[in-house]
T-cell receptor, first 114, second 113 residues
Framework: AQSVTQPDIHITVSEGASLELRCNYS??????LFWYVQSPGQGLQLLLK??????LVQGIKGFEAEFKRSQSSFNLRKPSVHWSDAAEYFC????????????FGTGTQLKVEL | DAGITQSPRHKVTETGTPVTLRCHQT?????MYWYRQDPGHGLRLIHY???????DKGEVSDGYSVSRSKTEDFLLTLESATSSQTSVYFC????????????FGSGTRLTVV
């Protein structure tokens, strides 16, 4: 079955430290890939997306993600975390065709220590 | 987000009562989706629509029905609400071509007591 895995339920980092959130998918073909962020009580905001081409994608708020086909991964990174980055992060994938249904991972809750 | 609104934002209802949530878009997008969000599960697809009167089931469709009588509105109905349907419900629309991507509404927090 097609699935998206975010292995880390919770991550705590110090402000100013680097961040990497992991995402793995199991699909036969390369899907479209997304990262969303959700602050408490809010909706989902798109950070970045990957369809094809350059495997390093730049997004908003200083985030970037790298697609690695050999590892079926699309990890999210930020060089220096700010306290305002504390939120829940969701990786999502869609296999084109059949309704283009966006499938989400279970999310990673990021806590930032001052 | 601009172009998609959900109503109501909050609702408390009793077990066994019918409930309808509304998603309205002004983008004229063909595809619309309903998700529910629960702790530890992320967002799970309930139903989606690929055009007026064209809908299909997602992974957690039991107990839910949808309707789309016009492009701009996608309704989600809980025929007889149960406590397990207490959740936050999100609607999404999908652009096409150069505008491919998913935009989410602000969500509806539904509590079934």
């Amino acid at each position: 079955a097609q699935s998206v895995t975010q292995p880390d339920i919770h991550i705590t980092v110090s402000e100013g430290a680097s961040l990497e959130l992991r995402c793995n998918y199991s699909y036969g073909a390369t899907p479209y890939l997304f990262w969303y962020v959700q602050s408490p009580g809010q909706g989902l905001q798109l950070l970045l997306k990957y369809f094809s081409g350059d495997t390093l994608v730049q997004g908003i708020k200083g985030f970037e993600a790298e697609f690695k086909r050999s590892q079926s991964s699309f990890n999210l990174r930020k060089p220096s975390v700010h306290w305002s980055d504390a939120a829940e992060y969701f990786c999502a994938v869609v296999l084109t065709g059949g309704g283009n249904k966006l499938t989400f991972g279970t999310g990673t809750q990021l806590k930032v220590e001052l | 987000d601009a172009g998609i609104t959900q109503s109501p934002r909050h609702k408390v209802t009793e077990t066994g009562t019918p409930v309808t949530l509304r998603c309205h878009q002004t983008e004229n997008h063909r595809y619309m989706y309903w998700y529910r969000q629960d702790p530890g599960h992320g967002l799970r697809l309930i139903h989606y629509s690929y055009g007026v009167k064209d809908t299909d089931k997602g992974e957690v469709s039991d107990g839910y029905s949808v309707s789309r009588s016009k492009t701009e509105d996608f309704l989600l109905t809980l025929e007889s609400a149960t406590s397990s349907q207490t959740s936050v419900y999100f609607c999404a629309i999908r652009g096409q071509g150069l505008n491919y991507g998913y935009t989410f509404g602000s969500g509806t927090r539904l509590t079934v007591v």
